[in-house]
């Protein structure tokens, strides 16, 4: 591994379906974020953690959750999929939490929620 | 509420020199990021700047006027390789960033 791991890095999920996404770094980063991005928006942050056990909601949390019980992985669940989810997600690391340091971004997952 | 406008689209010719704007509107301000994404990919880091002036990174540039809430980008000798979509994200009072919707840049030979 070298950086960001994301998976999958594609889905079709029917909708109510609970969806885990992964993401695993090997950079001993403190900060992990996720973001989604959809089309004619700037990306938008759904939740982050500044150091392993505590996480924080972002600007779009709703039907979101995650968890970071280790340095390396910040997993993103949606418990129960809706369209509106459909989105590519993703994941991030930063050596600087608060906003100040150079963000290392994974390939992304495209979702579609049907 | 906070507000990150860059241009949707830009047009420029292969050798030629673009100039990317963004200006913002933000709570507090602790810094301006410029981001590159090509299509399909994940954004990479380009630039930060904090302070007032031009920090010149090889053929990119990033300028930064915090009194006007204004930035630019601009590349320099561009290449085909440089058509992407640039994305500016300011770090607000609470360190949160709010990014753009991004700038998609053709390049035509």
């Known amino acids: 591994i070298a950086g960001i791991t994301q998976a999958p890095t594609s889905q079709i999920l029917a909708a109510g379906r609970r969806m885990t996404l992964r993401c695993t770094q090997d950079m001993r980063h403190n900060a992990m974020y996720w973001y989604r991005q959809d089309l004619g928006l700037g990306l938008r942050l759904i939740h982050y953690?500044?150091?392993?056990?505590?996480?924080g909601k972002g600007e779009v949390p709703d039907g979101y959750s995650v968890s970071r019980a280790n340095t390396d992985d910040f997993p993103l669940t949606l418990a129960s999929a809706v369209p509106s989810q459909t989105s590519v997600y993703f994941c991030a690391s930063s050596d600087s939490a608060g906003g100040t340091g150079e963000l290392i971004f994974g390939e992304g997952s495209r979702l579609t929620v049907l | 509420g906070q507000n990150i406008d860059q241009p949707t689209e830009m047009t420029a010719t292969e050798g030629a020199i673009v100039q990317i704007n963004c200006t913002y509107q933000t709570s507090g301000f602790n810094g301006l990021f410029w981001y590159q994404q090509h299509a399909g990919e994940a954004p990479t880091f380009l630039s930060y700047?904090?302070l007032d002036g031009l920090e010149e990174k090889g053929r990119f540039s990033s300028f930064l006027s915090r009194s006007k809430g204004y930035s630019y980008l601009l590349l320099k000798e561009l290449q085909m390789k440089d058509s992407a979509s640039y994305l500016c994200?300011?770090?607000?009072?609470?360190?949160?960033?709010?990014w753009g919707a991004g700038t998609k840049l053709i390049i035509k030979p």
């Open positions: 700047n904090v």
């Open positions: 994200a300011v770090s607000d009072s609470n360190y949160q960033l709010i």
């Open positions: 953690s500044n150091t392993a056990g505590t996480t």
